[in-house]
């Protein structure tokens, strides 16, 4: 089953020195289950595509389809809750409310989606229980090492349960030795059942992905499939 | 010669004499009983050391000669005028029988029989003019007119003016002020706004917590500005107080000033919070990784 398609989808910025084509006529398709990696070198455009498969960004033309609704057809609440419920996004940065402890983070998508109490904090502990964190659950982000932020991301991006996680280079910050651990559990995330569309640099991490895309100025310049 | 009580006399002020007064004031050696009473201001009782009971002379003259002694019998608060302000407040209180025996000429016997000029308190004053105007139809010869003149009230309108354009001008580069602020304190916060929304929050639902902080921040804002108004109050009245010995109330914090500065403030404060952060909701949540 298709979780989300680009039919022909390109993203221009207009700048003043003239528009800026980031995504050029791409059609992608990735269904359920799916483990892509988006490779290619810096300011090919691999993050502008990951926007526009998370509903973030809007195509400039072309269509995308998520669960097969055309996205531009949806207002800014439908496309909160496909955020909310049906997608999770790691960043290279992490991105956690730093004035909120890792176990806040991991339960805010859920009381957003407005799962009760009780529920949220069984969730919450058993998310963190999955990427091996719960003996941090009360501490901050700042109070984290790098590894364990990535993770409290993961765990508030599956929060909710989401047909899809993208990662935009969630190793990018850390280390050979703790890049490969974060690798390795959304490796897991996927063989549980989310489909994964991850950009990185590192080609032994994008070896784990079933299928390899190449980009180059904004375009999918080589697919590769593996397993 | 017993003062006569106090409900059948007419007390006259004396501001316009008090000078001499002073000059010629001195207490007198024995304290003896029988003198006539007089009340003093109480800055001029705290001027000369004086107090109930003790003996003063006074004269109408700069020498001193004729000088007749009186009984301290009461200080009093002078009325707070604020059109008296830097005016000395050396003031005594005669019983007029008193005052006509002391100014009085020896060679005219009418002239202790005439008076010139009384003021007369009312207990409404508002009821001045309408008494004024009986007095005059009354008692044919005698000029009745009502204290407040139309120069006092100008003065005071002028006063009100000036501070509706200073609170004017207050609360306007305040507002823009805190627009500023509120600017870079949104600003601050766009990663969280910017990961909230990634998370899957709608611009609406953000704005509405903007909202909320922002009425938080507001109401205790305009409540920590009522009580600090409220402490300085009176801090500011015995600094003026005590500058110009008065009794005089320079600020005073009313229901109504409060009911209006946070009818003012609140709005104005949730406001600036929530136009802040248009700015940034209007913005496409993509910046948040771009940096
Ligand atoms: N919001 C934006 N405004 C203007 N230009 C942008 C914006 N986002 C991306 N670009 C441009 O689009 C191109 C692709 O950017 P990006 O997708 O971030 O590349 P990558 O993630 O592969 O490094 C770059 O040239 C970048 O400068
Ligand atoms: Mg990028």
Redesign the interface.
């Known amino acids: 089953m298709t979780v989300v398609e680009a039919r022909g989808v390109s993203r221009v910025f207009p700048m003043p020195a003239g528009p800026v084509v980031a995504v050029r006529d791409v059609s992608l398709r990735v269904d359920a289950g799916d483990y892509v990696a988006l490779c290619g070198p810096s300011g090919c455009g691999k ?1 502008t595509l990951l ?1 526009l498969l998370g509903c ?2 809007g195509p400039t033309s072309g269509t995308l389809f998520f669960e097969e609704h055309d996205v531009a057809t949806l207002g ?2 439908e496309r ?6 049906r ?1 999770g ?1 790691v ?1 290279q940065r992490f ?3 730093p004035m909120l402890s890792a176990a806040e983070n991991v339960a ?2 859920l009381a ?2 407005g799962v009760p109490k009780p529920e949220r904090d069984a969730r919450t502990s058993e998310l963190l229980r999955y990427v091996g964190l719960s003996a941090r659950a009360d501490h901050r982000p700042s109070q984290l090492s790098g590894g364990e932020m990535q993770r409290v991301a993961i765990a ?1 991006a599956l929060a909710n349960r989401p047909r899809l996680l993208l990662a ?1 280079e969630p190793t990018g910050e850390l280390d050979q030795a703790t890049g490969e651990q974060i690798a390795e559990l959304l490796g897991r995330v996927n063989a549980d059942g989310t489909a994964l569309v991850i950009v990185t640099h590192d080609p032994a991490f994008a070896r784990r992905a079933g299928r390899v895309l190449t980009m180059r100025d904004g375009t999918i310049a080589a697919e590769e499939r593996h397993r | 010669m017993r003062a006569p009580p106090p409900r059948v006399s007419c007390p006259v002020l004396l501001s316009a004499v008090a000078l001499w007064c002073t000059l010629a004031l001195a207490p007198a050696a024995a304290p003896g009983d029988g003198h006539p009473g007089v009340l003093l201001s109480r800055q001029l009782a705290d001027a000369q050391g004086l107090s109930a009971g003790d003996v003063v002379r006074f004269s109408t003259a700069d020498s001193g000669a004729g000088a007749v002694a009186f009984t301290v019998i009461g200080i009093y608060e002078p009325t707070p005028d604020p059109m008296q302000i830097n005016a000395s407040k050396f003031e005594a209180r005669l019983h007029l029988p008193d005052l006509l025996a002391m100014t009085a000429s020896p060679d005219d016997l009418l002239a202790a029989e005439t008076v010139d000029q009384i003021n007369v308190a009312l207990h409404d004053p508002a009821g001045a003019i309408e008494f004024a105007r009986h007095i005059t139809t009354r008692v044919p010869g005698v000029q009745a007119r009502a204290a407040s003149s139309s120069n006092r009230g100008s003065v005071f309108v002028v006063l009100e003016q000036f501070h509706l354009a200073i609170a004017i001008v207050t609360i306007f580069a305040s507002t823009v002020f805190l627009l500023a602020l509120s600017v870079m304190l949104v600003d601050e916060r766009r990663e969280t706004v910017g990961v909230l929304r990634l998370i899957g929050l709608t611009s609406r639902r953000v704005l509405a917590q903007v909202f909320t902080e922002g009425l938080l921040i507001a109401v205790s804002g305009s409540l920590f500005g009522l009580v600090l108004a409220l402490a300085s109050e009176s801090l500011i009245n015995r600094y003026f107080q005590w500058h110009y010995d008065t009794a005089l109330i320079f600020v005073e914090v009313t229901p109504a000033v409060a009911v209006q500065c946070l009818l003012i403030a609140v709005p104005l404060g949730v406001l600036a919070s929530v136009a802040a952060s248009w700015t940034l909701l209007r913005r496409q949540v993509l910046f948040l990784a771009r940096r």
């Open positions: 993050s926007h973030v960004d800014d609440r909160s809750g496909i955020r909310l419920r997608i996004f960043f991105f956690l409310l805010l998508p957003e989606a508030r935009d």
